[in-house]
């Protein structure tokens, strides 16, 4: 009996080193669809790798794709991940958000770089929580002080152009969100929305002629064309007012700004609770930037002599 007792101790220790063994080699493999390539983006999706992998080091893989701007392509990059039966999507962006729901109700989904799940999602009901398989963080800067900064800078401002493309749910909502804060500031607002990259130069001169100051959100379309604004907006002389710093440093003269890197990390940690620590992606509330930074544009703030109060750091 004792003999037999000690078999069978030995038998179930056995197998418990083998499961813990078998949980210790486990590598979790993790899909990343990026919209497209930008400063802001960029910085988001290190912030998600470099947090993962200080919390799990080699027991974490990831296949990163760029969709370059193309809804469609983010489509196929998650189905892809779906087929491979990844163990989390990361979708940076909304529209990669929103291909990575349509493509799987199963595998959780981290969002970043996304500006209102509610929208982003059609949940009409929002409480904090997606109660679907979808969290992440948003990238939304408050957008009152957004506003209440534009008056800072440009007292005298009457008409703001709104900047933004017609195709990006989450701009539109900035949109409609800070001009409601601009009017009762005194502003008279005016949305000039582009179509794609195509037209954002033409669309920019309408905006720098029917406007005193533009204020762009933050918009990936914008993000990947802020040269071309540039172009514009300088020899006009209309200072623009940027949601985050990527658009600020290529366009604009100020922003009221979060940093991606630490939004994408914030994110990797997030999916460190649902990957390690069994945390139910349904019922985490999303997460937003800890800090907000008064950022200027130097050079462009030169160029166009303006003058930026105390309170402000320079983008580098």
């Known amino acids: ?15 418990c080193l083998c499961g813990t063994a078998a949980a210790e080699g ?3 493999r993790i899909g990343i669809c990026q919209l497209v390539q930008h400063v802001a983006l960029d910085a988001a999706t290190q912030g998600f790798q470099d947090a993962l992998t200080e919390k799990l080091g080699d027991a974490v893989t990831f296949d ?5 701007g193309d809804s469609n392509t983010c489509s196929t990059i998650v189905n892809g991940f779906v087929s491979d039966n990844v163990n989390l999507i990361m979708a940076n962006a909304t529209p990669a958000l929103q291909a990575a729901f349509a493509a799987t109700g199963d595998i959780p989904i981290l969002g970043t770089s996304v500006t209102d799940y509610a929208t982003a999602l059609d949940i009409s009901d929002w409480t904090g929580a997606t109660g679907i398989n979808v969290s992440g963080t948003s990238d939304l800067a408050p957008l009152d002080q957004q506003a209440a900064m534009l008056r800072e800078l440009f007292p005298d401002a009457v008409k703001v152009g709104i900047l933004y493309c017609s195709a990006e749910p989450n ?7 800070i001009k409601g804060y601009l009017e009762a500031l005194g502003c008279e607002c005016t949305d000039y929305t582009f179509a794609d990259s195509n037209d954002v130069a033409s669309v920019a001169q ?3 002629d029917g406007s005193d100051v533009i204020y762009i959100p933050t918009d990936n379309t914008a993000a990947s064309c802020t040269e071309a604004i540039r172009n514009v907006v300088e020899p006009a002389k209309v200072p623009v007012i940027a949601g985050e710093e990527g658009i600020c ?3 604009g003269v100020a922003t009221l700004s979060i940093s991606y890197y630490d939004l994408g990390y914030a994110t990797g940690l ?12 349904s019922a985490m509330e999303v997460r937003f ?7 200027y544009n130097a050079e462009l703030c030169a160029a166009l002599e303006i003058a930026v109060p105390e309170g402000y750091a320079a983008i580098e």
Do not use: H, R, W
């Open 206 to 208: 309408n905006a720098c």
């Open 249 to 251: 440093k290529g366009c």
């Open 289 to 295: 930037a800890p800090n907000v930074t008064k950022e």
């Open 171 to 177: 701009s539109k909502y900035q949109a409609d969100v």
């Open 26 to 28: 486990t590598v979790y």
């Open 270 to 281: 997030m999916a460190y609770e649902i990957l390690a620590e069994g945390a139910d992606v």
């Open 64 to 68: 990163v794709q760029n969709a370059s």
């Open 1 to 15: 009996m004792k003999k037999t007792l000690m078999i069978l101790t030995a038998a179930v220790l056995a197998l």
